[in-house]
């Protein structure tokens, strides 16, 4: 029997409305620029709009002041079920969430593991299911490779480690999105020989995007039911591939948050 895929399943999600957003260091090759605060509210209703149109739950956590990526609520950690394993930021700007998004988890009832863990680990940024036997595995800039044999204890399922090459490409959902049991958006530069094969081994009906969509962030997609949520910049190829699959797009302006190198997919914590 075919797998179903993660994403399809997604009913529940967690996002960080962005009160206090802005851009004001820089710990990725994105960063710059001056927020419009008030387009950055519009973009990410639009996108909480585009979710909740698929008949996804948005639960919302308010942001705190001086800690302003923490509207990258994706990084907070990897969830399974009622578990959640905890995220350690490597950069010391946002080591500053972590307790509050424990306190969030501890009391919407999430059981956290991984609290004492010494090594870096930035959550569904770098970690995501395909379907709920097999983990992406990101590592490089961010998340150490080290970190994966402890989130194993997650739960039961398959860990596939991708080496992450290009420092523009920091976060493995800057460049690789799965949309079904067979089938990820995906910019392959961003990966070594090996993750590549590995990618087209597991997931042979994956399509590559060229290097002006991923430059739109185009793999920072979320993909709900037969919709594929992503930024602007979606080609008419990658589009009539999706088609073929039995998947729509629907694009989100998200110009604001890409100043701090994310989109769509970071927005989101999948619950
Ligand atoms: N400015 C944030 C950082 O560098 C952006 C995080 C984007 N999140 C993601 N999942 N790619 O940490």
């Known amino acids: 029997m075919a797998r179903r895929a993660a994403g399809q399943l997604i009913k529940r999600v967690l996002m960080v409305p962005p009160e206090h957003f802005t851009v004001e260091y820089s710990i990725n090759p994105w960063m710059g620029g001056t927020v419009d605060k008030a387009k950055a509210h519009q973009q990410w209703n ?4 585009a979710i909740e149109k698929e008949g996804v739950q948005v639960s919302t956590l308010s942001q ?3 800690l302003p990526d923490q509207v990258f609520v994706c990084n907070s ?4 079920g009622d578990r959640v394993y905890l995220s350690r930021f490597r950069h010391k700007e946002r080591t500053g969430e972590q307790a509050h998004y424990l306190q969030w988890f501890k009391e919407n009832g999430f ?14 940024g770098d970690a995501v299911f ?3 036997k097999t983990l992406w595995a990101g590592y490089g800039a961010r998340s150490s490779k080290g970190v994966y044999d402890s989130v194993k204890s997650l739960g039961d399922f398959e860990v596939v480690i991708c080496d992450l090459i290009d420092p523009k490409f920091y ?6 999105a799965p949309v079904d049991e067979t089938t990820a958006l995906w910019y392959p ?10 990618i087209l081994r597991r997931l042979p ?8 969509e991923a430059t739109a962030f185009v793999c920072n997609a979320i993909t709900i039911r037969n919709t594929v949520i992503s930024p602007i910049g979606v080609s008419t190829a990658t589009r009539a591939a999706l088609k073929a699959r039995g998947f729509g797009v629907t694009e989100v302006d998200m110009s604001e948050f890409m100043k701090s190198g994310g989109a769509c997919q970071c927005l989101i914590l999948r619950l």
Do not use: M, R
């Open 77 to 80: 950690g990897l969830v399974l």
């Open 46 to 49: 639009d996108l909480k709009k």
């Open 205 to 212: 009906h994956s399509i590559a995007v060229s290097q002006e």
């Open 171 to 176: 976060h493995l959902d800057t460049c690789f």
């Open 130 to 132: 395909s379907d709920y």
């Open 111 to 124: 059981k956290p593991i991984g609290e004492d863990y010494g090594e870096y680990f930035e959550g569904g």
């Open 189 to 198: 530069p961003a990966f070594s020989e090996n993750t590549k094969k590995e």
């Open 64 to 66: 705190t002041k001086g």
